[in-house]
């Protein structure tokens, strides 16, 4: 089992920046893929990001390629997400999520083992 635990998120002006990270409780989280989703209240949730066992490859959804980066460090088994030029449509419930999964699959929500709790992330016009 790992557990995640995401940091607090928070409110945030329209094209500011924030930053959250993911530690995760296992060692094992070196071998894993991470990613990032998010809900909006209403909608289904949404691939944002994700990030291979090495860092070597990343992966970003069409709404976020190029405001978001994610990061990771398996000395301190965690994952970082950067926000920046935030938008309100941004704004949504982000999960940090971990599993053993194919390349192929990292878009997909059923693909993963393991879900943070969810941190709220709020973006003001």
């Known amino acids: 089992q790992v557990q995640l635990v995401e940091s607090v998120g928070g409110l945030v002006q329209a094209g500011g920046s924030l930053r959250l990270s993911c530690a995760a409780s296992?060692?094992?989280?070196?071998?894993?893929?991470m990613g990032w989703f998010r809900q909006a209240p209403g909608q289904e949730r949404e691939f944002v990001t994700a990030?291979?066992?090495?860092?070597?490859?990343?992966y970003y959804g069409d709404l976020v390629k190029g405001r978001f980066t994610i990061s990771r460090d398996n000395a301190k088994n965690t994952v970082y997400l950067q926000m920046n030029s935030l938008k309100p449509e941004d704004t949504a419930l982000y999960y940090c999520?971990?599993?053993?999964?194919?390349?192929?699959?990292?878009?997909?929500?059923?693909?993963?083992?393991?879900w943070g709790q969810g941190t709220q992330v709020t973006v003001s016009s």
């Open positions: 999520t971990a599993g053993a999964l194919p390349s192929d699959w990292v878009r997909l929500a059923s693909g993963y083992n393991y």
């Open positions: 296992r060692r094992t989280f070196s071998t894993y893929t």
């Open positions: 990030i291979n066992w090495s860092g070597g490859s990343t």
